[in-house]
């Protein structure tokens, strides 16, 4: 039986099909028309995400039946431009949710003159097939240890969800740490990118460094600048320590001179010496392209301790794909560069047997001052996806990564062209 009550927060998720029962995507949010008064806002319509990750806007009208699990459309025809905001709209999950509000309720004396936050929105079909908000579910702040009582309110006794105070810094994020948790940093790049510049920070500021990290290494260059530079300093310059040390290169690379070089004296000399280095290199050379911290061996390593060194789930496939074998020092740059041992031969010897006696010597390494070009064709002839980097006395710098070349031979704006999620399998 179709609803015509329901909570907004049980629609995130819910597979959107057509009349005829075909797949359209999945509901990502609900586009309210907040007043300026206190009369129940309009549902204008739902957010719902295509398998190619393109969010579109499906007016509530073409919504027939909500059930569990499911919303149905009365049409399988629908818009496939991107769903851009327009003045006067708030998503619900995105913006109200975690709001902080007053009640006035006569029944709910214990809830006057106390802020309270928004847990979720109750929304309700009229006779003439219009939706409203027409609930508020909310709950104290939560405090360590406690949880706090649920009260679900008329949206009449609400105040402080105007435009305006939503606008207000400041607003709890619990509800979209939510919907982030167990997904990859790049599709949480993703959604970040989906949500208003306000929320977005608040976002940021509330991940903890090294998810923060991994996020903003999968954002655009102008959007990690642009990110950064809205942290506090010292907060930036510990989130570029979270990074790959390619990462923070290129990020502190796109910064003015002194920028960079400040946050680089914040960070812990440990952490920014690889970076340096790194910056001094063109970022288009495999020097400037290389992560400093590839899997580095000595002679006398052993099969089974190599593998146990590819097994971090820290690396990439590309870089555990690869071990280095050196003379000491293992730090880079290291002592004399020996030859390398893909992951496939490791697998193939015996656990007790060294690494020095199974080296692949005749893969000739890449000079730091290599260009992007040729970097490109010496993966290609070698069927290569991790290639070592050495300097003239052939002491080894890092490793260049089929990621990092990807990175830097797509045009700027990849992440901005749905083409490129076409044909990728969805998880509906």
Known sequence: MAATRVYVARLAGLVVLGPDGESIGRVRDVVVAIRYDRQQPRIHGLVVEL????????PILRVTAIEPGVV?????TVSLRRFHQRPGEMLALAQIVDSSVRVEDPDLPDLADVDVVVVDLGMEQARTRDWRVTRVAVRGHRRIGRRRTVHVVDWIHVSGLTPRDIDRPGQEVTQLLEQFEGLRAADVAHLLRE???????????ALDDERLADVVQELPDDEQVDLLGHLEVRRAADVLEAMDPDDAADLLGELPVSEAESLLALMDPEESEPVRRLLEHSPYSAGGLMTPKPVILTPST????????VRNPDLTPALASMVFVVRPPTSTPTGRYLGSVHIQRLLR???AHLVGGILDAGLAPLRADVPLAAVTRYFATYNLVCGPVVDEENHLLGAVSVDDVLDHLLPDDWRDQEELHEGIAGHD
């Not at 052993?302 to 060194?309: I, K």
């Open 51 to 58: 398998p190619t990750r393109r969010r579109i806007f499906v």
């Open 72 to 76: 149905t459309l009365n049409t399988g």
């Open 195 to 205: 949500l208003p510049e306000k929320r977005r920070l608040e976002v940021a500021v």
């Open 302 to 309: 052993t099969v089974a301790e190599a593998l146990a060194r």
């Open 349 to 351: 010897e015996p656990p």
